[in-house]
């Protein structure tokens, strides 16, 4: 089975693409497709905006295909920065959303939070969605090199190391992305196998 990933985001791409190794899925990139759109995201929820990146795809090329919103929710921020997170401080500026987050937070006693990833799959023109979700607390300083995005200052449950120390193998099996991806795959092997 070929899908087309509505992202433009090269990182996003190479950590589905490691979840799926062992699965029968090709995953096609927009570029592989001959899309250099940057979609919009403007909507309210991460659901809907996974799913505006999936229509744009099915309507424009009428390939099969998934899109996903992720985003960090803080509970002493209101939940800030929500679907804002990948342009928290800027436009897509890692470290100045990672210093924003930190500033932010100083002074506060709960750093607790989770990662949500809203993941919209179209198959022939039906659309289904996905979850997942890592619960976890900020880290009081970034800590670690791989990975992106808030990984340096991600801890999740269960651990005393950020997702950049943790190292990609098991960021990707506990993470929210990894976790919607599985349930996705879980999904399209019972339904669509053979």
């Given at each position: 089975?070929?899908?087309?990933?509505?992202?433009?985001?090269?990182?996003?791409?190479?950590?589905?693409?490691?979840?799926?190794?062992?699965?029968?899925?090709?995953?096609?990139?927009?570029?592989d497709i001959?899309?250099?759109v940057?979609i919009?995201?403007?909507?309210?929820?991460?659901?809907?905006?996974?799913?505006?990146?999936?229509?744009?795809?099915?309507?424009?090329?009428?390939?099969?295909?998934?899109?996903?919103?992720?985003?960090?929710?803080?509970?002493?921020?209101?939940?800030?920065?929500g679907?804002?997170?990948?342009?928290?401080?800027?436009?897509h500026?890692?470290?100045?959303?990672?210093?924003?987050?930190?500033?932010?937070?100083?002074?506060?006693?709960?750093?607790?939070?989770?990662?949500?990833?809203?993941?919209?799959?179209?198959?022939d023109?039906?659309?289904?969605?996905?979850?997942?979700?890592?619960?976890g607390?900020?880290?009081?300083?970034?800590?670690?090199?791989?990975?992106?995005?808030?990984?340096?200052?991600?801890?999740?449950?269960?651990?005393?190391?950020t997702?950049?120390?943790?190292?990609?193998?098991?960021?990707?099996?506990?993470?929210?992305?990894?976790?919607?991806?599985?349930?996705?795959?879980?999904?399209?092997?019972?339904?669509?196998?053979?």
């Open positions: 089975m070929k899908l087309v990933f509505a992202t433009n985001n090269r990182h996003k791409v190479s950590e589905v693409q490691a979840i799926l190794k062992n699965i029968d899925i090709e995953i096609l990139t927009l570029s001959g899309c250099d940057d919009p995201e403007d909507a309210d929820t991460f659901e809907e905006n996974a799913l505006q990146k999936a229509r744009y795809i099915y309507t424009h090329y009428g390939m099969n295909c998934f899109g996903d919103d992720t985003g960090l929710q803080v509970w002493a921020l209101d939940g800030e920065p679907v804002h997170t990948a342009r928290y401080a800027g436009d500026d890692n470290e100045a959303n990672m210093q924003k987050l930190l500033k932010n937070l100083e002074g506060k006693e709960d750093r607790s939070c989770r990662f949500k990833t809203a993941m919209a799959l179209i198959i023109g039906k659309e289904y969605m996905f979850e997942g979700i890592v619960n607390r900020i880290a009081m300083q970034k800590s670690g090199v791989q990975g992106f995005g808030y990984d340096p200052v991600f801890i999740p449950e269960g651990y005393d190391n997702f950049s120390e943790l190292g990609m193998d098991i960021k990707n099996s506990i993470s929210h992305r990894g976790r919607a991806i599985r349930n996705m795959v879980d999904f399209l092997e019972k339904e669509y196998a053979g």
